[in-house]
């Protein structure tokens, strides 16, 4: 009952703020904050439609509230990352309609509007306004630190708590009840699904705070932006994931060297495609090699997790070689598989999607790759480079990190939305579009009558 309660009390929320305040703010105070704190409610049964869960539940009162709105100003155009993310959509459609049939399909497609087009398009929206950026990076980095303090409870004094308590009303359900431990410390999972989770979460935390701060007058010399940005990395490293580990070196590796060295900025295809034919020529190696017996420190040690991802790689291989251009469908057998878990993203997309929904997603990469490149090349000054070389390093960080669990959870929904702000913040540095709610304003002098007139030019720093 309680949970119910509060679906409804996120439905309305959502409904309501979008009516007075628009899509933006429904984004930022709405969206995200759910996805910190209460992203595996128990969901409300609807008939013919996807439940509402509480994610789902802000896309019903987004709905509801553009309703009541009439409609809202759309300050974007059409770019090639929203082709990719639609159709990675329509395949999936179309994936669940030639395994399971019509049934699964209308599930895959209200599943996924609710869960990877609304927050993508929110966040593709809500980049345009500058006060909803700035609400943003108070929104994120209060629930960072909130997280951050959290933690430590978690690691020292009672693994789980938080899930624990929310779970008793209904506002937890969980996909790890399981405590896990790491180097003598319980790895913390508060009210994520799982610590890789949180991980995950975390470093796309810090880079959203960063990339917020470094996009409004806040600045990122600011120190409430420092304190956010390492409140994020807290909440990471407390994971004790080796996952988080990896995305915080890749994320912060790629930054600095780009920052260091700029005429790199050019060249980050290079990045993308090492970091390709890298996870090709591992993965033929773990092909190859033969494993002996597993050893008794059970997810304690790098070695342990690499003989795992081993395993399901030699065990997934002859299934995704059979996986066709539209796969196997969600629901693949796990005796199918001898796995109890497929821990790479990139397998799972090849057996339950197929092999086409493999190769458009990979196009993201590329996509970012030349459109921060492009930027490179256009944009003058480092208050305009260092937004986009921020939300390149998290976004490759974690595609590198999801070959180490699978595409899902919280972090997934973040990835999503952070996907969405480089696809906005890049076409402005692009030309395509314009910040409206904050332009320069300059005065031209027409020709024929003489009278100054107001006109608009692209902004280039800081809002």
């Not at 050019?266 to 390709?276: D, K, P, T, W």
Request: include cysteine; hydrophobic fraction near 55%.
């Amino acid at each position: 009952m309680i949970a119910q309660l509060v679906v409804v009390l996120i439905f309305l929320a959502s409904a309501y703020i979008t009516w007075t305040r628009g899509v933006a703010f429904t984004c930022m105070l709405v969206y995200l904050p759910v996805q910190f704190f209460l992203a595996s409610t128990e969901a409300i049964r609807l008939p013919l439609l996807p439940d509402m869960t509480s994610q789902f539940a802000v896309g019903y009162g987004l709905l509801a509230g553009l309703l009541f709105r009439g409609g809202e100003h759309i300050p974007f155009r059409w770019n090639i990352l929203d082709t990719i993310v639609t159709s990675l959509w329509m395949l999936a459609v179309v994936s669940e309609f030639s395994s399971e049939g019509l049934s699964m399909a209308r599930n895959a497609l209200g599943d996924g509007f609710l869960g990877m087009i609304t927050p993508y398009f929110m966040a593709r929206w809500a980049f345009f306004s500058a006060p909803a950026r700035r609400v943003g990076f108070w929104s994120v980095a209060l629930c960072a630190v909130i997280l951050c303090l959290l933690c430590p409870i978690e690691m020292r004094l009672r693994p789980q708590i938080w899930s624990r308590i929310l779970e008793q009303f209904g506002l937890y359900e969980a996909a790890n009840s399981m405590p896990l431990y790491r180097f003598g410390l319980a790895r913390a999972q508060t009210t994520f699904w799982q610590p890789m989770d949180q991980g995950l979460a975390g470093a796309i935390m810090a880079g959203l705070v960063a990339l917020f701060a470094s996009t409004t007058s806040i600045g990122l010399r600011n120190w409430k932006a420092w304190v956010g940005i390492a409140a994020g990395v807290c909440v990471s490293l407390a994971s004790l994931s080796f996952s988080a580990f990896l995305t915080l070196a890749v994320a912060g590796g790629v930054f600095v060297v780009v920052y260091c060295l700029p005429f790199l900025g050019r060249a980050v295809l290079l990045f993308v495609l090492v970091a390709g034919i890298g996870a090709v020529g591992f993965s033929r190696h773990m092909l190859s090699v033969e494993l002996p017996e597993r050893d008794e420190k059970f997810g304690q040690t790098v070695a342990d997790s690499l003989y795992m991802r081993t395993l399901i790689m030699q065990q997934a291989w002859p299934v995704m070689q059979e996986a066709g251009w539209l796969g196997f469908g969600k629901r693949v057998d796990k005796s199918r598989l001898e796995l109890d878990s497929v821990d790479n993203a990139y397998l799972l997309m090849v057996v339950q999607r197929g092999w086409l929904y493999f190769v458009v997603f990979l196009m993201i990469p590329l996509v970012l790759a030349v459109r921060t490149a492009a930027i490179w090349k256009r944009a003058p000054s480092e208050s305009q480079r260092i937004p986009v070389l921020i939300s390149f390093s998290v976004l490759l960080a974690i595609l590198v990190a999801m070959y180490t669990i699978f595409f899902g959870f919280v972090y997934a929904r973040l990835w999503i939305v952070l996907l969405g702000l480089f696809g906005s913040l890049s076409d402005v540095l692009l030309g395509r579009s314009l910040l409206e709610s904050e332009r320069p304003v300059g005065v031209v002098i027409p020709a024929r009558t003489g009278l100054p007139v107001r006109t608009a030019v692209p902004a280039g720093g800081r809002t």
